[in-house]
């Protein structure tokens, strides 16, 4: 049943910390995760994709952009079904759509300070690059919090929520599901984790910023694989730490 925090209940929230207790490795999604979807980097990301599209296939924006959500609903990403059905370089692509400017990204130190007392490994698990990851993570004062970060390179370009992906992590950072906890913004990059063993938590978009999600990518936060919901990330870790410490 998935479980919605309620950070002035003390009691509800000794609850839910308690349901955390044996979690020693933390894996964050980047993306509209660790910085909000009202943001306007994953705008400036999304039209990117739309532009190497459009130089890719000759198509105009529209045709280019549909083409663009079918290869990500359907392979994950969009570059995934670029590989599969046209072969082309990853690593181009992956530097051509991660060129943007992240001035507008504001350092986010309540969030760092949260992260950074959660007792145990952090890791970054994304579907984008480790140097996208890494310049995002800086421009946001957390990369110094994190240990690793597992990229879709790392991955050999399988995306997430392919099972192969989450294995791949396992293995390469010496992950233990089962004492794992993983918090996403894309409810079905959760099924497979949940189903491995791990705590799932769906990081909710702002009610303003909605309209920007194609209608499946919207999740209500009751699907069975989602064990926690929070619209509010750092609330959220900050009364994890705090339980934990017995604060």
């Known amino acids: 049943m998935t479980t919605r925090l309620e950070p002035r209940d003390s009691r509800r929230l000794l609850a839910i910390a308690n349901r955390f207790a044996h979690v020693d490795t933390w894996v964050f999604d980047l993306d509209n995760t660790l910085y909000p979807r009202s943001s306007d980097l994953w705008v ?13 296939f000759g198509l ?5 952009r549909a083409l663009q959500k079918h290869y990500y609903l359907r ?17 181009h692509y992956l530097s051509f759509v991660h060129e943007v400017d992240r001035s507008a990204l504001l350092p986010n130190h309540s969030l760092a300070r949260a992260i950074a007392a959660l007792p145990g490994r952090k890791l970054i ?8 990851a890494m ?5 946001l004062g957390l990369d110094h919090v994190f240990e690793d970060v597992f990229d879709i390179i790392a991955s050999d370009f399988v995306a997430k929520p392919d099972e192969a992906a989450y294995d ?6 010496g992950v233990d599901p089962k004492h794992t906890a993983l918090f996403e913004d894309i409810d079905r990059n959760l099924v497979i984790p949940h189903r491995r063993g791990m705590t799932t938590v769906l990081v909710l978009p702002e009610p303003a910023s909605r309209d920007r999600l194609e209608a499946w990518e919207i999740a209500a936060g009751h699907e069975p694989h989602v064990d926690f919901v929070t619209g509010d990330l750092v609330e959220f870790l900050e009364g994890l730490a705090a339980k934990q410490h017995g604060l």
Not at 45 to 52: G, P, V
Not at 135 to 139: E, G, L, N
Not at 168 to 173: A, D, K, P, T, V
């Open 125 to 132: 698990l994304t579907n984008a690059s480790r140097d996208h």
């Open 44 to 56: 400036k990301i999304d039209a990117r994709i739309t532009l190497f599209m459009m130089r890719l």
């Open 135 to 139: 310049k995002t993570a800086r421009q």
């Open 168 to 173: 791949r992590f396992f293995e390469h950072c």
């Open 60 to 64: 105009d924006a529209l045709s280019s």
């Open 75 to 91: 392979y994950g990403t969009t570059l995934r079904g670029l590989m599969t059905e046209h072969g082309i370089d990853p690593h």
